[in-house]
Nanobody, 128 residues
């Protein structure tokens, strides 16, 4: 399994930006898909974005398309989530997740049970 540590959360105003970081460590990174999920109070964990470690292909939830960008720094083993034009409904704990050799059915990449490595989460609060 991969060890993941998130950082970069905070409290901001609507319209502001934040960049979350997920520092990854482990034996090998080839074949991984890395993802961000979020969980708002009283709700289940929701898919946000995913990126393949090898090719850098990205996938985003409709709720964040055009506002959030996922990227990775291969040299430093970090995955980022750049969040722009933040809205109060983006308020949640954001989690980084990883899965080596993910399912071929990519719709399963949007489901939290697919992933077997998780960080501790970082709080993002957006006020209006």
């Amino acid at each position: 399994q991969m060890q993941l540590v998130e950082s970069g959360g905070g409290s901001v105003q609507a319209g502001d930006s934040l960049r979350l970081s997920c520092a990854a460590s482990g034996r090998a990174f080839s074949g991984y898909v890395m993802a961000w999920f979020r969980q708002a109070p009283g709700k289940g964990r929701e898919f946000v974005s995913a990126i393949t470690w090898n090719g850098g292909s990205t996938y985003n939830a409709d709720a964040v398309k055009g506002r959030f960008t996922i990227s990775r720094d291969i040299a430093n083993y970090v995955v980022y989530l750049q969040m722009n034009s933040l809205k109060p409904e983006d308020t949640a704990v954001y989690y980084c997740a990883a899965k080596r050799f993910p399912p071929l059915d990519r719709t399963r990449w949007f489901v939290d049970s697919t992933y077997d490595s998780w960080g501790q989460g970082t709080q993002v609060t957006v006020s209006s």
